[in-house]
């Protein structure tokens, strides 16, 4: 059973107003090729946790597992987990003050580590005109099945599956369906099931 902590923000990490900007981010799974990436339009406001939800939508994870971000040398986590990090749900990104160009890494799973570099493209004021918030803008390939064992594993995963003569090919078959294409990402649906899951408090 994992016990539940309640860990502090940072010392130099400074309470804001609520903001009424956006953040537009890129968010690129590492150690895959070819790469799958997402673009996404998240309010200042958000909480590391609710960035982390976002994120679990448009890639398709099912938040099964334990995540972290990182900022320069701080690291902020799920609050159940015990690795010494700072409380992801006390700050947010605003409190970070991110400007363009700015990187973050975001972590899933301290299993099979699937690593996210996530970089801010552009800040924005918000406007009646960027419609609902967050936002799905854009993004490539198809997010890998959870508990696939990370980039390495992934990649077995799809080698078994696409030769017949694979030791391990009807597994893979079981494992992720034969109808799973990992060059396809409906990005019309996903952004409507973004939406949806913010407009149900989801997010």
């Known amino acids: 059973m994992i016990k539940r902590t309640r860990l502090s923000l940072a010392p130099s990490a400074r309470r804001s107003p609520v903001s009424t900007r956006a953040l537009i981010i890129r968010a690129t ?110 993004g490539a390939r198809s997010g890998p099945p959870e508990d696939s064992g990370g980039p390495p594993g992934y990649e077995q995963l799809l080698a078994a599956r696409s030769d017949p003569t694979h030791p391990e090919h009807d597994d893979a078959v079981s494992w992720i369906g034969s109808s799973f294409d990992p060059d396809v990402f409906d990005l019309r649906s996903t952004a409507n099931a973004l939406a949806l899951a913010a407009a149900w408090g989801a997010i």
């Open 29 to 138: 799974l590492t150690h895959v090729t070819p790469g799958i990436w997402r673009e996404i339009r998240v309010p200042e406001r958000y909480s590391l946790a609710q960035l982390h939800r976002v994120l679990q939508f448009v890639f398709g994870w099912l938040d099964c597992h334990l995540y972290s971000f990182t900022v320069g040398r701080t690291r902020y986590a799920d609050p159940r987990a015990e690795i010494g990090a700072l409380d992801a749900t006390r700050v947010t990104l605003a409190d970070l003050a991110l400007t363009a160009k700015a990187k973050l890494t975001y972590l899933y799973d301290f299993g099979d580590d699937w690593e996210h570099a996530l970089v801010v493209k552009r800040v924005v004021d918000r406007s009646p005109d960027d419609g609902a918030l967050p936002a799905l803008l854009g």
